[in-house]
């Protein structure tokens, strides 16, 4: 989809953004199949945009031979590259050129490090298809250092590791997620994650019934600006073959799957899902590719050998549709909503927010105003980092964390008063934390202060909706100030207040909402 054609509907989206469900895409999309050079009667899997510039993804095409069957035996799936330009025209597919590619295995499955751009792929045997986790490192300049084998257990001997999916942690560890027939499973091929350090992956986790069953799941992509992890599974109840679902979180800690629009999956295979573009105003997905072989997918004489690469894009009529709508929900339908909201939800502070060097507990400053004060701090404190990667990740935490999750409690808040107007009473708890940078009573009145903060954000929530449920105690804030809190790793800024560790845990966090 050309960049130019979504503008003019960014403010269809930003009205439907707080309609949709935490957790994954419920607008509507079309799917178009990519024509020839890009799709053949072999199979193409896994499209991934590096960069903005290069539309990578693997294909076994058709080796030359009279026999029309097209099987896995016939040939090597192989990584192919083509340059996208300015104008979103995307050149002739060539092969690799990073050199990734075997001659005698199976190479594709690609993944990117959002930070340091370290490529992960898999490499499986061509008789066995048993598959394993290899990484190149991105060099300085262009082009990325020869291909390893990923050490530690994620290659396991006599079992699959497969299909990567890469993210950061909060406090920028690489976390890899992947496929496996391991033992410890639910059952068929389960997703997994570990984490990395120094090319090497630490002990492997089954991310658990929220998100795997006992058939397979495959081919998982981590969208890291929203939270979500795309995958696509076999299990009962969905429109035929492999559909696509989503679930919110990290590590193993997860909202329960849900399938994805309907538009996007179909009664064939849908796998493969990734996204090359978010609107810059909302976050939103609003473009990306799958692989699929629908009906008008090429093969040669069996569809079920082959899939092809397919476009998904906003489809804007359908949103403006959507908007004309009565977009009234059920109460029922909220309730559930918010019982799947990921808790906690994590607030942020500037040091010393709200009002600096007092001691009183109590404030007259809302959050949005400490929220506002700091979102304007962004490039002081990536200017204040050591080195390239660290300033990422504090631009990564300003996105995600500052921005991303006051977005979520605005959420929050409007699906309180849909329950309170319902004649539900409310209860929610927070609790608060400073960075260990002064003494312990004046911590503790910083605490207070935050979440006094936070119940300012309440009382004027909607010019004053909510006071008279806080005065009937239909809606009561538990609060538990907890005082400084010691970082889990050691700062790395010129200036510790500036540090990454520091700004996680200047924070207030919303542990529950209890619907009664």
Not at 270 to 290: E, K, N, R
Not at 345 to 373: A, G
Request: a neutral charge; proline letters at 6%; aromatic letters at 10%.
């Amino acid at each position: 989809m050309n960049p130019k054609s979504i503008k003019p509907f960014l403010v269809a989206l930003a009205i439907l953004l707080p309609l949709l469900p935490e957790g994954g895409l419920r607008a509507q999309y079309k799917v178009v199949h990519l024509e020839a050079p890009f799709n053949t009667p072999g199979s193409e899997t896994g499209a991934l945009v590096v960069g903005d510039t290069v539309l990578a993804f693997a294909s076994m095409r058709k080796p030359e031979s009279r026999n029309r069957h097209f099987n896995m035996g016939d040939g090597v799936m192989q990584v192919y590259q083509a340059r996208i330009a300015k104008s979103g025209k995307i050149a002739r597919p060539r092969l690799d050129r990073w050199g990734i590619n075997s001659r005698k295995d199976h190479t594709g499955n690609l993944a990117l490090d959002p930070l340091t751009q370290d490529l992960y792929f898999t490499r499986g045997d061509v008789e066995t298809l048993r598959s394993e986790i290899y990484y190149a490192k991105k060099k300085k300049r262009r082009g990325w250092e020869k291909p390893v084998k990923l050490k530690g257990p994620v290659n396991q001997p006599g079992h699959t590791a497969t299909h990567p999916a890469v993210g950061r942690l909060a406090d920028s560890t690489v976390i890899l997620y992947f496929v496996s027939d391991r033992p410890g499973g639910l059952g068929g091929m389960d997703i997994w994650y570990t984490l990395i350090k120094n090319g090497k992956s630490g002990e492997c986790v089954n991310l658990g019934p929220m998100v795997n069953s006992t058939a397979d799941e495959y081919t998982p992509f981590y969208d890291q600006r929203n939270g979500v992890l795309y995958f696509s599974s076999d299990r009962a109840g969905g429109l035929g073959g492999f559909d696509i679902y989503c679930a919110a979180g990290q590590r193993n800690t997860w909202q329960k799957a849900e399938p994805v629009c309907g538009c996007l999956n179909s009664e064939q295979n849908d796998l493969y899902f990734t996204i090359s573009q978010y609107d810059s105003a909302t976050s939103m997905p609003i473009a990306g590719y799958l692989s699929s072989n629908r009906p008008d997918s090429y093969f040669l004489t069996d569809s079920t050998c082959c899939n092809d690469l397919y476009r998904w894009g906003v489809d804007t009529l359908a949103l403006l549709r959507t908007v004309a709508m009565d977009t009234v929900e059920p109460v029922d339908t909220v309730v559930q909503r918010v019982r799947r909201f990921m808790f906690p939800l994590f607030l942020y502070f500037h040091n010393d927010d709200p009002d600096p060097r007092s001691h009183e507990p109590l404030t007259e400053t809302t959050y949005p105003e400490c929220q506002r004060r700091y979102a304007a701090l962004r490039h002081d404190y990536m200017a204040r980092q050591d080195n390239a990667i660290d300033s990422a990740m504090m631009d990564l935490f300003f996105d995600t964390c500052v921005v991303g999750n006051y977005e979520r409690v605005e959420q929050l808040f409007e699906y309180v008063e849909n329950l309170l107007d319902a004649g539900h009473s409310i209860t929610i708890t927070i609790a608060g934390y400073a960075s260990p940078l002064s003494n312990s009573e004046y911590n503790r009145h910083l605490s207070r202060r935050r979440i006094g903060s936070f119940i300012n954000m309440i009382r004027a929530w909607h010019n004053g909706v909510f006071l008279d449920a806080l005065t009937d105690g239909k809606l009561f804030v538990e609060q538990k100030p907890h005082g400084a809190v010691e970082p889990t790793t050691e700062s790395r800024s010129k200036d510790p207040v500036y540090g990454l560790p520091a700004a996680l845990a200047r924070r207030i966090e919303i542990l529950s909402c209890e619907i009664r």
